[in-house]
């Protein structure tokens, strides 16, 4: 497995259950050492599949539109994760799995191909009804690697969803409206004239097609135990009449589970915060220098995001496993958070510049911003999961996606409400964009 070596098994033949596909996880996990490389790659692209993606214009108004958009999926994700949790829970992960990749292999290119506004809401809304795998994703990658490799396979899920969130933008900015960009070699009278943003979203869903039928051969991690089976050692036999137990307790256990919620209450506050920036970074760079804006093409976007894509994947793959082994992963987040305000102040200055200049530093601006903000997220994710047991990993990462997709429904509209708000008020007597009406400092 990618450089994996393998050593002799710590599990007796007596612990494990040859039909269980839990049990054969178990014992795969304890063959090996070193990095599970395949396993880190195969949850980066199932991640990756389902991360969607915003394409900008720059009409003035576009923002409070595209942002009903963005918010339709996060809604249709909150009314089903906490189900879909449960579902992976008592059926499994890898079912989930391969009905959210699906998912986005339909609605996707529907959505591509949207002849009005609602068209485009309502499919945006099922995809996110129809995709519950980010919860169960989370947990499969706790179950999948051993203690000390967890870090990084968590680590892979928050680099995934990042560079979808970088990559996403730029491939629309590179491929929408293929008919004015390429003119030579689409018509404006053909099939991909005629839906500009159609190219981008087949894209994706060829990609997510490809996964979907790689993800068949993914091993299921949940323990699936006949009462027959369990005479084999007595211990084993406890412990299987534990987790029966714990099985029928009460849903609301886990909402009185207090390290479980309060990650989850961060988890949702910094989801809301990345959903907000990720929606008004793009439509802010290429609003127009009268709106407050950069003035940018689409292209220009798409460079950026992903230059800052590569930068996040270099960090997250090989220095975040290292600081979370040396600093631990809520060290991580409080630095991390700290470090965001004055960041995130500096844009307004950074809109100050121009060339290169301008360039290279909103290129570093967004690297470190992503970088913050995936390390705060993967620290959530693995308290998360510590927090709990196996046989609830499902429905507690269920309640943290219908929680997490509620705060980013509005971050998409609030985002993109505020920054069209903001370009009408640039003379505004109060909260003003005053920074707009100082100079642009001239630097190539």
């Not at 990559?167 to 404006?188: E, I, M």
Request: hydrophobic share 45%; glycine share 8%.
């Amino acid at each position: 497995m990618g450089g994996i070596e393998f050593k002799k098994p710590l599990l007796s033949k007596a612990a494990c259950h040859e039909r269980c596909p839990g049990c054969n996880v178990d014992r795969y996990k304890e063959l090996q050492t070193g990095l599970p490389i395949k396993d880190v790659f195969c949850i980066w692209m199932v991640v990756l599949c389902i991360r969607d993606f915003n394409i900008a214009e720059k009409e003035e108004d576009v923002s409070y539109y595209a942002g009903f958009v963005g918010s339709a999926y996060m809604i249709g994700r909150a009314l089903t994760s906490g189900f879909w949790g449960v579902v992976a829970d008592r059926y499994g992960r890898k079912p989930v799995i391969l009905l959210g990749t699906s998912t986005v292999v339909i609605f996707n290119t529907l959505f591509g191909f949207s002849v009005n506004y609602w068209m485009a809401i309502i499919t945006r809304f099922l995809l996110g009804f129809l995709n519950g795998l980010l919860g169960p994703i989370m947990a499969y990658a706790c179950e999948i690697f051993r203690e000390e490799h967890q870090a990084l396979g968590l680590s892979s899920i928050s680099t995934a969803w990042g560079i979808g969130l970088i990559v996403g933008p730029s491939l629309g900015g590179f491929l929408a409206q293929p008919a004015d960009k390429f003119p030579s070699l689409v018509s404006s009278d053909s099939l991909l004239g005629r839906f500009p943003y159609a190219l981008p979203c087949l894209c994706i869903s060829i990609f997510a097609l490809f996964v979907t039928i790689s993800a068949i051969w993914l091993p299921e991690t949940l323990h699936f135990h006949k009462q027959n089976e369990l005479g084999s050692a007595s211990y084993v036999s406890d412990a299987e009449d534990q987790t029966n137990q714990k099985k029928d307790a009460a849903f609301i256990i886990l909402l009185k589970n207090w390290p479980l919620m309060s990650s989850i209450i961060v988890y949702c506050v910094f989801s809301l915060h990345d959903m907000a920036y990720a929606e008004i970074l793009s439509l802010w760079a290429v609003s127009p220098k009268s709106l407050g804006g950069l003035g940018y093409s689409t292209n220009d976007v798409g460079i950026i995001l992903s230059i800052t894509g590569l930068g996040l994947l270099l960090f997250q793959t090989a220095f975040y496993p290292i600081a979370e082994r040396t600093f631990g992963p809520i060290m991580i987040a409080r630095i991390s958070g700290v470090l965001s305000i004055p960041l995130l102040a500096s844009y307004p200055y950074i809109a100050m510049l121009s060339g290169f200049m301008l360039s290279f530093t909103l290129n570093c601006a967004s690297i470190l911003k992503n970088v913050l903000s995936v390390s705060i997220i993967t620290g959530t994710f693995m308290l998360q999961n510590k927090a709990v047991d196996q046989h609830q990993r499902g429905a507690a990462n269920g309640i943290a996606m219908t929680m997490q997709s509620t705060f980013k429904a509005i971050g998409p509209a609030f985002g993109g409400a505020l920054l069209s708000w903001s370009q009408k008020r640039l003379d505004a007597t109060f909260l003003p964009d005053g920074l707009q009406q100082v100079p642009m400092l001239q630097v190539t």
